[in-house]
């Protein structure tokens, strides 16, 4: 950490923060410019709060920090890119997979025929709703356990694996009971008693990050589950909230980029929720895999005018088939894979 | 709501459309303009859903709301301003309140100290945080149920009602055996199981917008607690995330005059989180007063520069004391009332 | 347009309105709702202040335009996709055009020798700035004409087609004797006089998004240069500004992809000043060559730790040569061609 | 400035930022940590662009400018307010100005009316735009120069001084013939040819913060004018964009408080713009004085809502007079005077 003094800053003002870090135990080394004096602190003992307390001193104009507060998610923990292991899948490494599936599970005959169909063009995990955020108390929310159940039938049936959120602590065992990846949804990306609980589980986890989340708050709530023990986090851009409102929201494809330099994690996208626009799905999720994510996450809906839920940016399954064999080019031109249902 | 159709819309676009609206016992009323189509519908009982559904008919541009979601919390639903009735002290209508203390609980020494401290000000109500959501797992979440005890103790010597977050539906119970206002932090806002779980127990809630919340998102979280036959939300603006940096969050005091008029709940500011610098809180706290805030929620801590917790947002005895006089001028200016322990 | 009344608009209030219109020689046609009341006005010559005007008027909760206020650049008014004719090169279509060099002009050896590199890789025009915006006065502003002519000949010597800003109406004439494509910069977006100042030059126009300009104003801006006769104009995608400060810009590829359903002009993206990390080029150009855009333009310098501006964001020839290659992979996968030097 | 190392950063790394700081003359300090190194350059003569540079070298984490970029404008430049005079009224001290008028003169009957009913009311100076920047080019632009003659007129008629926006270099002299103060726009804050033209009049320069304008390049922006020797800026918060857009803009009353600090210019609010709706013009004038700003601007209309330009933000002659008498109020409850045409 580095504390950069006033101008005007004294003597005794310098004394004085020295004499706070020696209640740590650290030692400040100061540097006399011209204009200005700082004062670096390189111990590896820092208490969090030591930087909000002398940014409250006499003299000071700011502190800066110079290491990043999470650790477990960190590149330079771990240099070698972290491989999630699902069903016999691998999220992350040279493949890339596809999830796919409705927002929410509505039916059997809804959720069974999706199934069919996106394992037909290829995906490898199935995704639908069983309990849904909904920014109004009035909308539809969920099936609750029944849908957990359904997509349980539909794992039997296809192979595919099953994606589903959970949204509170208390629900975790049931959701965990069927699913194979719990999601954690943008709106509880700081509902820390969840990501622990999630931690705990030991289950992969799909982290999505929130709407105003930074790349920094993001990793640090990954690591909320990592140190649980639970290494099995996979990571989701699905669109940022910004000025802009021609879209649903902006997705942050610099930051899929910088994350999988400063994190060992996997990443995926999620193009629906990016843009809220299922004709903006497919161009996006070919981007998504040129910046390098290891996979996506798409919403496919048998009659979307009908759906319960963002139907406006579910596909058709002919839509998602089409758009999977432009992704196999598309890998195939990055020398990568795209993982498939019969690969 | 209102379809707005392509230029190249057909004759038989709209016939689709119409009779999808048939199966909802809906009519739509078609407006041949010279360059677009639009179908209005205006009927009271559209699903929720309808919007979504009819984005994706062929030849629709695009779809209008001209309905607010909320309900109960409109200033439609009830014209007359709502006063949250708290130990006696009504939040809302001409009084201004006051409610200050720590942002954690750190030992029985501090809280009882900033307690005197702050009723000796004139502030009627002690804020105090026994559970601390943190953006990091590493650094103090607080003391827990002991804080909470503690605080206790403090309204038992100096007659403040206490306010308090609470993070998870489990600890609602607990929280609100002690506290006299439950309040949902920026994080929480859209955490619905925690919103109906608050909503419960009738008792006052203070819900602070989230950092990327919309104010129409904002009401919605309020009518999840209205909709539990609670009417007693205090909304609280707190500063939301811009591209602006070199002050915390923006505080939005636009919101607070908007909200007064689409509303009939009390809005108080938190100018502490808003601001995230002490010299900057009392300017803004007057600004809020005159905006037609009914109170504001400040951080006061005996030695700020040793908090656990966001210290450097935190005013001094002194300085809150000098505030509460200011903030009595500028109320009494606008014909309102500062209220005051000795009021 | 439409006017959503207040619930409780009367008949009077209606009325008003009504002869408002009437002044203007329109006419609304009422629907009334069992809730509230809407007017649609449907006819094509609304002046353009009337949704203002009658936002004014009692009893009316809000207006709703439902025409895009943009005409020439609309894909409405033209289906087909413009190509932009740079001396011979097709910008727009199926190809893929690369524009690379560095931000700054700095002296001939550097510009000469970056000519010669971007050429050897297969870029097809060159990229230098003359005229530098700076947000402070104390830095480096551009050499001015003799960087012009340093790019012509670089021009010359290579065939390279040549790129630079314009940054005030009365240096047009200057730069539009030098350059093949006259660059509007971000700052640039709202200069009303400089774009129609190059509008009335013909030549191709180079419009950079600003910070933070929605789409719609962008396009606003395309049509001020439309309206001079000049319909060659290129978009060009550079990072809005957001929240997230972990990279210089969020570059934005929703907009990328909506604007190419929303207009006929041809669209490029600058990954170079939307990242502002030379490390995150190369994934975020096979982004948006994946996402469809229409080609890229890339800030490459001989020795970019020594560059006087936005080193830190700019491509050694080395990494320069090895990016065309996997472009060129990539566009292959998506059936489009990268037009280089030699094809 | 400080250069932090990555952990991994060699003695060869820091050896070669050494020897490239010795070519600029200047020396850097390292100081070695437990986990990383950084390397403190405070020397006063560091060149712009180092920070840069120094960024693309290897084992190069980050670097940290711990020196605010403006000089002039700063408030260590200059401890003391300035106060421009504006024809014998100060602006900054202890006085709060109010200037109002319409968003655009469309004729002498509007604006001598409206000067007549703002100086009756106690506004000091008048506001009218003459040159309109509008983002679609079919809307109305002004009426150029004969709408300058009508200000002037009206000037002599009431004895307001006049405030008029000039949008381009080549307009500066026409609009200094006869505004009192020239009025740089939100879309014109980073136009720097315009900045250092109005610059060079000496006249007082009135500078809109932009739309996405950081505090710091606001600040930057008033340093282009400040370094052509004119000391004579105010400085004018309008709103910036965010997520919100249930306002027009969100007023960012933090940044008038914060920038009173750094800065020893002058600044006054545009509560019309910021907010977009005369309603809320009020309440946030009034907590625009409760914050410290030094006046206001505000769009006054003899009839709003036939204008020809943002008649839904401007208030009507009653409005705006009962806002003069509730401004006053609050003025004197914070020891400060409302000047007022009698004062």
Redesign the interface.
């Known amino acids: 950490m580095?504390v950069?003094m006033n101008?005007d800053a004294t003597a005794a003002d310098i004394e004085a923060i020295q004499k706070?870090l020696a209640e740590y135990g650290l030692r400040g080394?100061p540097?006399?410019?011209?204009?200005?004096?700082?004062i670096?602190i390189?111990?590896?003992a820092i208490p969090?709060?030591l930087r909000?307390?002398?940014?409250?001193?006499t003299g000071v104009?700011?502190t800066?920090r110079?290491?990043r507060?999470?650790k477990l998610t960190s590149r330079?923990f771990c240099a070698k890119d972290t491989v999630v292991m699902v069903r016999g899948i691998p999220v992350g490494g040279n493949g890339c997979v596809v999830i796919a599936g409705p927002c929410a599970v509505e039916n059997e005959e809804q959720i069974m025929s999706t199934a069919r169909a996106v394992k037909a063009a290829g995906a490898t995990m199935l995704r639908g709703g069983a309990f849904k955020?909904?920014?109004?108390?009035?909308?539809?929310r969920g099936l609750g356990e029944p849908a957990l159940q359904m997509m349980a039938q539909a794992r039997d049936e296809t192979g595919l694996s099953i994606v589903t959120e959970v949204?509170?602590?208390?629900d975790v065992d049931l959701v965990a009971k069927y699913a194979d990846v719990l999601q954690i949804g943008a709106?509880?990306i700081?509902?820390?008693?969840?990501l622990e609980e999630v931690g705990r589980t030991k289950k992969p986890v799909l982290l999505k990050r929130g709407?105003?989340t930074?790349?920094?708050?993001w990793l640090?709530?990954a690591?909320?589950i990592l140190?649980q023990d639970n290494p099995n986090v996979i990571l989701c851009e699905r669109?940022?909230?910004?000025?802009?409102?021609?879209?649903r929201?902006?997705?942050?494809?610099?930051?899929?980029?910088?994350v999988k330099?400063r994190s060992h994690l996997p990443v995926i996208v999620d193009p629906s929720h990016?843009?809220g626009?299922?004709?903006?799905v497919p161009?996006?999720s070919?981007?998504?895999?040129?910046?390098?994510a290891d996979g996506l996450i798409i919403e496919v809906h048998p009659d979307?005018?009908?759906?319960?839920?963002?139907?406006?940016q579910s596909l058709t399954f002919e839509n998602f088939a089409a758009l999977m064999s432009?992704l196999g080019?598309?890998a195939?031109?990055?020398d990568r894979t795209l993982l498939t249902s019969e690969s």
């Open positions: 580095i950069v101008n706070r080394h540097l006399q410019g011209e204009e200005r004096s700082i670096g390189v111990g590896a969090p709060t909000e307390e002398l940014e409250f001193f104009r700011q800066v110079i290491t507060p999470y330079e955020p909904r920014s109004s108390p009035y909308t539809f949204m509170t602590p208390t709106r509880n700081q509902n820390y008693q969840l709407l105003s930074t790349i920094e708050e640090l709530s690591e909320y140190s669109g940022i909230r910004t000025f802009e409102t021609a879209t929201n902006t997705l942050d494809l610099n930051a899929v980029a910088l330099r990016a843009t626009k299922w004709y903006l161009s996006l070919l981007a998504s895999i040129a910046v390098g979307p005018d009908r759906a319960t839920s963002d139907g406006g432009r080019a598309i195939t031109a990055l």
